[in-house]
């Protein structure tokens, strides 16, 4: 298992400013997920954090809307840059299983963001 | 439609009743994992089924897989108040582990 912590909990953001979320894991991951749950939906992956090489954005979403950094093998930050109002979610951090239960994923708590 | 689409959206019990909720999904797949989440707050993992495998149970969650129908179910057997929250299926096509589709959800309310 893996134990994932998320800053901030919560926030509200005005329009037009940024906000960067961090995610620290209790153990070394080669890639972490960041996914992104809008209000009573499900969860839609953003990207995968790469250590050492570019984030791999899903359809739909870009680098310089959501900038992810990857320094280490613990830890990545997911900017959100330039918010609507349409950005307010929850932001989840994941990361995978491997071995017997390969697939499964751990969550964060996650960040929720309101944007006004 | 989604790849896993989740029936009921909405589900009201009794406490000590049996849950029944069900997946469909469009594509091939190598897992499918079900997952509870509470009060909007992070994810747990329930369990994760294997394209080959048929039924798996843990504690009081049983959960099929029908490959041909492309179809899963959660069972909660003698549910609890505690059991209260939404319930997700996820696919994963096996081609990156940490990618994963969710469907929509059940949103599960167990009533004292």
């Known amino acids: 298992s893996a134990v994932i912590s998320q800053k901030p909990s919560r926030d509200i953001c005005q329009r037009g400013t940024s906000l960067t979320i961090q995610c620290q894991v209790d153990s070394q991951v080669t890639m972490m997920f960041w996914y992104r749950q809008q209000p009573g939906q499900s969860l839609t992956l953003i990207a995968t954090a790469n250590q050492g090489s570019e984030a791999t954005y899903e ?17 990545s930050t997911l900017t959100v840059s330039n918010m609507s109002p349409e950005d307010s979610s929850i932001y989840l951090c994941s990361v995978v299983s491997w071995g017997e239960n390969t697939g499964e994923l751990f969550f964060g708590e996650g960040s929720r963001l309101t944007v006004l | 439609s989604q790849q896993g689409e989740e029936d009921p959206q909405a589900l009201s019990i009794q406490e000590g009743e049996n849950a029944t909720m069900n997946c469909s ?65 996820a696919t994963n096509n096996g081609t990156n582990a940490g990618k994963s589709t969710f469907g929509d959800g059940t949103t599960l309310t167990v009533k004292p």
Do not use: M
């Open chain 1, 59 to 75: 359809s739909g979403f870009v680098i310089d809307k959501f900038p992810i950094s990857r320094p280490n093998l613990t830890f």
């Open chain 2, 25 to 89: 999904y469009k594509t091939s797949i190598n897992n499918l994992q079900w997952y509870r989440q509470n009060s909007g707050r992070g994810l747990v993992h329930l369990i994760l089924i294997r394209s080959n495998e048929r039924e798996k149970h843990s504690g009081r969650l049983r959960v099929t897989l029908d490959t041909s129908k492309k179809s899963s179910s959660l069972l909660i057997t003698a549910s609890r108040a505690a059991d209260t929250a939404s319930y997700f299926c």
